[in-house]
């Protein structure tokens, strides 16, 4: 399985384009978004080409591959807008990994869930990583259209058990394998 997990992408229909030739390039199995899909945020510039209306264009196109949890900047107005559903927290089972998937303003390395899980992957915090902490791996894709602290636009391409943060230009930043 191929997966393509990005975060935090503000209303960017710069890089909502972006994600879409990821998504071409690549052909993931599955795309998954982990929140603060349209709306930038009171505590963020407005990003490169901001135009929600053209960023659910784009994720509408991608709906049949799209996993989607909600971000703490995600509306009921952006679910009756999207094609697809947006949901709280999503948990897969990966090369044997149980993983939960969640935007990170609730649950992230310093906030674990009361759930047995192998992998946390979050966003929010616009700093890409994979780390290795009390036995669970946290993956974090940064975002794609505002990165902080320094950090690259990013994603997390997670290939059968091979696991990359890459910056937009497919650069291997980090990069683990499971097992």
Not at 25 to 40: F, V
Not at 127 to 132: A, C, E, L, S
Not at 164 to 170: P, T, V
């Amino acid at each position: 399985m191929k997966y393509i997990i990005v975060s935090d992408i503000h209303g960017s229909g710069f890089y909502a384009d972006k994600i879409k030739k990821l998504v071409e390039e690549e052909k993931p199995d599955n795309l998954i978004l982990l929140g603060d899909l349209y709306y930038h945020g009171p505590r963020n510039q407005l990003p490169e080409g901001y135009n929600p209306m053209h960023v659910c264009e784009v994720f509408n196109s991608l709906k049949d591959i799209i996993l989607c949890v909600k971000g703490n900047c995600d509306a009921e107005v952006d679910e009756m807008i999207s094609e697809f559903p947006m949901q709280e927290e999503l948990e897969l089972v990966i090369e044997n990994q149980v993983v939960m998937f969640t935007h990170g303003h609730k649950y992230n390395i310093n906030n674990l869930p009361k759930k047995n899980i192998d992998v946390l992957v979050y966003g929010h915090f616009h700093t890409g990583f994979i780390k290795k902490q009390d036995g669970i791996l946290f993956l974090n894709p940064g975002s794609i259209s505002i990165p902080k602290e320094n950090t690259k636009h990013s994603y997390i391409l997670w290939k059968d058990n091979e696991i990359y943060l890459k910056d937009i230009n497919g650069d291997v930043i980090e990069k683990r394998i499971l097992g």
